[in-house]
């Protein structure tokens, strides 16, 4: 957590400072003329003059092309989203290597530096955001609707800002088991009289969804976001009593039957996710652990301006309404409800959160951190068990 | 046909000052035909460094430095680690000890079958079979990856055809001990092009096989299997060396096969790698698996040494 709770300590004193900061390049913007605005530059919108919402969407056609990297139509409605943003604006969208891992998405705007095909934009995992951050690679923008993020959510001078998230969840196919596991607990006592078949979604090595599987487990047996040999400890269980299916569990699996229960997070799941008759998503009773992507825009960015409506666009009511509608809870969903703007159709298919529980959010250092404990001891504790 | 071979034909070779000399005609045209099969393998030798070369370079230079620039040695530290008390290796080296094992044993059981298969192919009187094996070796040999994981997935993992047929007739795999993605499941897997290549790489050293040797040794009373022990076998073994070179080195380094089938359930150098440079959870620690890849270079490096001094042994046979 120690990044994320000193932001919200930060953002508190910063926000003057800040405000004051905004003033600054605000005016020098709108003195430059329209002609000579510097999209790469400008930090946030004003409500009139050349850095506007008006403004914006008339460079940003005149860029008439925008570079996605690393979305994949069926992951979090982005397929919709990138149809909705290209209708409403008449920007052509290039989706890079939609199946592509956080990591290639840094790789990307790395090695692309300088070319008019480099990503405008990237959805990462938070701790990719950060060290892409540090490494000068991200140019720090506000959306209008920034402060409806909440501040644990946020880099406070705007570098990034997480988009949507969702909680590890169980999903299980009701009619072929009887006794779906609502828990971990449960999962680990299991030895052949359920017939679970559980699986996780890839290699906790090297998927972040997987890994966050392993930190659940952790927590709900008896370990925590620090410690996550005990999560380790319950997939080598699971391993030894016959219930881990070691594949990459989603959809085709869960159809198969491969896998009967698989732990993911609830919005690649839910909501017609994995599209098998009877399967339910819940979140476990004994852990609820959250985590957000987030967005950046490259300080490199061939079509600038295409990049901030992107982001606009995507902070949005209609951009925030439609990543729910795949599942997802967005970052300003918060916000939304206390508003009443957000869709209740859409809202009330999500998994119901177990009550009472607060939400545990993984921070970038312990994320780091849990990685490299799996990384070390999976092949010589689950596999071992095998 | 090289530079060398044109050197040593030709010690009296002039110096290249005195090229336009005109008493010297000979050996102005010899000099000049040097450098036009210099010029030859020009090509060869910069696409060699471009695509070898260069790559190692960058990998020696990556594995030496950290992420603040400079030349260090905590990347060797790292993955050396526990390397002085043998129970408490660290993983990445229990990913070298797994790897080595994985290359020999995927070169020694499809090395050893190989030949035979090649050879009954070789002797089959049937046209037909053997264009079709040979066709057949050449595609399976190349055959890996996320498709074949998921064909062997689809046969023999946890919901296969194969183990259900099997599980009908009382027979659990997981029972004796078999594990789609552990390490048997590995093996069988790798099997599945390992052999094809070894057919495709012996049937040639197969053909060298004069049939008059045989007459000749038969001549002299000796059995097929005298035969063999002192004619066939002496002669084929650099070929059958060279040929398990070559499946120790594809087992050792194969990626996407183990990485799909076994998700890091076993420790394999080549994901380890993987997982430095493309995974989701660790950010910035490439030089790691830079160093892990340096690794790898050197135990092929050591291979490559071994096999050339055995093969200079078992070529003895053939002066």
């Known amino acids: 957590m120690a990044p994320r709770s000193i932001t919200r300590v930060l953002l508190a004193g910063a926000t003057l400072a800040s405000v004051a900061a905004i003033g600054v390049t605000a005016e020098t913007g709108a003195a430059s003329g329209a002609a000579s605005v510097n999209w790469g530059k400008v930090t946030h919108l004003t409500k009139t003059g050349a850095t506007s919402m008006s403004s914006l969407v008339k460079a940003a056609k005149k860029e008439g092309h925008l570079n996605v990297v690393a979305l994949p139509d069926n992951w979090a409605n982005y397929g919709n989203i990138i149809k909705g943003f290209s209708k409403k604006y008449g920007i052509k969208i290039n989706s890079e290597n939609p199946e592509g891992s956080s990591a290639e998405e840094i790789q990307a705007i790395q090695s692309d530096k300088g070319r008019s095909s480099d990503p405008d934009v990237i959805d990462v995992g938070t701790s990719y955001a950060v060290t892409a951050k540090s490494e000068g690679l991200l140019a720090p923008y506000k959306v209008s609707t920034w402060s409806e993020i909440p501040a644990g959510l946020k880099n406070p001078s705007g570098y990034w800002f997480d988009d949507y998230g969702g909680y590890v969840a169980i999903g299980c196919n009701t009619t072929t088991v009887t006794n779906c596991p609502t828990s971990f607990k449960q999962m680990s006592t299991e030895t052949g009289a359920q017939g679970y078949k559980i699986g996780l979604n890839n290699s906790p090595l090297t998927s972040n969804s997987a890994l966050a599987g392993v930190q659940a487990a952790a927590i709900a047996s008896g370990g925590s976001l620090n410690n996550v040999a005990a999560g380790v400890s319950f997939f080598a269980t699971l391993n030894k009593n016959g219930a881990f299916v070691n594949t990459i569990a989603d959809a085709s699996t869960a159809q198969d039957g491969t896998t009967n229960v698989i732990i993911w997070w609830d919005y690649l799941m839910a909501n017609g996710g994995i599209d098998v008759p009877g399967w339910k998503v819940v979140i476990p009773s004994d852990v609820l652990l959250g985590e957000y992507y987030t967005q950046g825009i490259n300080a490199g960015s061939p079509d600038p301006a295409a990049a901030r409506l992107w982001e606009e666009y995507l902070y949005s009511t209609t951009g925030q309404n439609l990543w729910l509608a795949g599942g997802a809870r967005p970052a300003e969903l918060a916000f939304m409800t206390a508003h009443k703007t957000v869709n209740q159709t859409t809202l009330a298919k999500l998994p119901a959160l177990p009550s009472g529980e607060t939400p545990q959010y993984p921070s970038t250092a312990q994320i780091t951190a849990a990685a490299t404990t799996v990384n070390s001891t999976w092949a010589t504790e689950v596999g071992a068990s095998s | ?319």
Do not use: C
């Open chain 2, 1 to 319: 046909m090289t530079i060398s071979e044109a050197v040593v034909s030709d010690p009296g070779a002039s110096a290249p000052g005195s090229e336009t000399t005109p008493s010297k005609p000979k050996s102005f045209r010899k000099s000049l035909r040097r450098l036009e099969s210099a010029f030859a393998v020009t090509p060869f030798v910069v696409f060699a460094f471009a695509g070898l070369g260069v790559p190692a370079l960058a990998v020696i230079y990556q594995a030496f430095h950290g992420n603040t620039g400079g030349w260090t040695l905590s990347n060797m530290r790292l993955i050396l680690s526990g390397s002085s008390n043998p129970t408490t290796h660290g993983i990445f080296l229990i990913g070298f000890e797994n790897s080595i094992k994985l290359g020999l044993i995927s070169a020694l059981i499809p090395g050893v079958v190989g030949v035979f298969v090649a050879y009954a192919i070789q002797t089959s009187k049937s046209n037909l079979l053997r264009r079709l094996t040979s066709t057949g070796s050449g595609v399976l040999a190349n055959f890996g990856g996320i498709n074949l994981t998921f064909m062997f997935v689809a046969t023999l993992g946890s919901a296969g055809v194969l183990t259900a047929w099997l599980h009908a007739v009382g027979i659990s795999l997981s029972n004796v001990g078999f594990n789609i993605s552990g390490f048997s499941g590995v093996v069988v897997v790798y099997m599945y092009f390992q052999l094809p290549l070894m057919v495709l790489v012996i049937t040639p050293a197969l053909g060298g096989l004069r049939q008059s040797w045989r007459e000749a040794a038969e001549n002299m009373g000796a059995s097929s299997l005298r035969y063999w022990i002192h004619v066939g076998i002496p002669v084929l073994m650099p070929s059958i060396l060279g040929g398990m070179l070559l499946l120790f080195g594809s087992a050792f380094a194969a990626y996407a096969t183990a990485a799909t089938l076994t998700l890091g359930l076993i420790a394999l150098s080549p994901i380890q790698i993987g997982n430095f440079l493309n995974g989701n959870v660790i950010a910035g620690e490439t030089h790691v698996g830079y160093a892990i890849a340096f690794g790898m270079l050197v135990i092929l490096t050591v291979v490559m040494l071994m096999y050339s001094l055995v093969r200079k042994r078992a070529s003895k046979w053939l002066r």
